[in-house]
């Protein structure tokens, strides 16, 4: 499989301020997202999950090591527009990145940016809005919007680049649990059916359990790689560094600490429902 | 309080003010605007004000919408009413107390004056009520595009009057929480001395002014995420272009100014 984003020993460190030492947000990162997949970056705060991702569309420029998107150096200048246009970014705050004060508007300005003609951006206006299931909402005034709406509204505005590549970096911690489940369907929807990569940092764990593969980060180190169920797996390593697994998981591994069996790679609610019927059938014979 | 502001508010709707294109209406505000400070006499003032009054039918913007827009400025109204009215030499109204001092010529500026500043702001806020702040800026930056000639930065006043535009609800509402988060520990913004109420705006200013440069610092980082790079190479989703209607407005408000101004010279 094709390479989407490959790191070669990331490291960044941020200016200092005066009087503090320079400590690296990001130190050796050696990641290769393929083409298609999902990949979910967890960490506690701090640990460099933003600053990974700003390096992935250039927003951040590598202090050592490089990174390259399909093949380009994001530190060579030629290529900026265009890596940025096939890495898509959402931010956390919805009312930070929305720039135009009617929706069709603001999904227009990316495409704008670029250059393309009137005719293709009305086509890609409409075509992203339905993507993420808001093209009723054309000529709304996105303050007037809900959370989750407005975040779909601002990816709707990344899909508008025709990206192959989205990163949302924590998209939905601001919102409500009805707003985030909508923006985790727009995310895998697109995913799904239009082969659109993706990047997804979170916090909240429950978000990783469908992913393609979990990476975490801890003070700016790479320290997991795997499938979710490999990383959930070491609850252990994962609480050392901050990080609960998801709750399914927490719940076997504190039923094995008193003396049951239960198999750590029943994730989602209804393998683990299983896994504790299977383990309580055995117990009755 | 914070309700009251009404600029940049914009009232959708499909009527012809509202379906002109911007550059049009503009150069109607501007054509108006002239007429206004050139009109002198009595049926000047009627013409410039029957051409409001059109427009104002035309639109079908509520006239309680407009006057909203005057409670602003009613401080300065009554000023200049007043000064008007005892600065201005000529016949006194009565020969009694305070009325010696007001004389008919300082009544009669007065009440043009007053009708003048009324009918200016009306025009100006006709012309946010109809056209949505992205047509209005489209329109400022294209009709000054000529200007980028003489090196002056027309798209990026442009971009920066929209975003100022874009982020006027989000921060009246940050206002009203700020606000209300001071209230709610014993803050107390409507009692005391005039020095009292101004300090107390400090602890809303300081964490407004910090979370605007936080916003504004975000914001740049998204816009450039999205490829902005400027105003070169920028195309747009809606291309600016003159229809029929919009030459019989210009042409209108040319025939209007052109006919004040004559009037004002004949003394009318
Ligand atoms: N603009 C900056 N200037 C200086 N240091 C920064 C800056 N942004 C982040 N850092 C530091 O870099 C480190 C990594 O920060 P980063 O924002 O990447 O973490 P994160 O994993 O995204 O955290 P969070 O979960 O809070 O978003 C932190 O120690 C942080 O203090
Ligand atoms: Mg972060």
Redesign the interface.
Known sequence: MATMIETKDLTFTYPAEEGREEMPALRNVNLSVEKGSFVVVLGHNGSGKSTLAKHMNAVLLPTGGALYVEGMDTADEAVLLEIRRRVGMVFQNPDNQIVANVVEEDVAFAPENLGIPSDEIRRRVDDALAAVGMENFTRHAPHLLSGGQKQRIAIAGVIAMEPECIVLDEATAMLDPVGRREVLASAHRLNRERGITVVLITHHMPEAVNADRVVVMNDGYLVMDGTPREIFARVGELRAIGLAAPDTVELMDHLNKSGWDLPLEAITVEECADAIYNALAAEEK | MLKDITLGQYF?GHTLAHRLDPRTKLLAVVLYIVALFCAKGVVTYAIVMAALATCILVSRVKLRALTRGLKAVYVIVIFTAVMNMFFTGGTPVADVWLLRHITFEGLRTAVFMVLRIIMLIMGTFLLTYTT???ALTDGLENALSPLKKLHVPVHELAMMM??A??FI??LI?ETDKIMSAQKARGADFESGSIFKRAKALVPILVPLFISAF??AD??A?????????GGD???????LHYKAADYLVMIGFVVLTVGVIVLARMGF
């Open positions: 959708p949505s702040p992205i929209s975003i535009l874009r609800p989000t509402e936080r916003r975000e914001l980082t998204a816009m450039e995420c999205r490829c902005y790079h190479g920028r195309t747009a989703l809606h291309v």
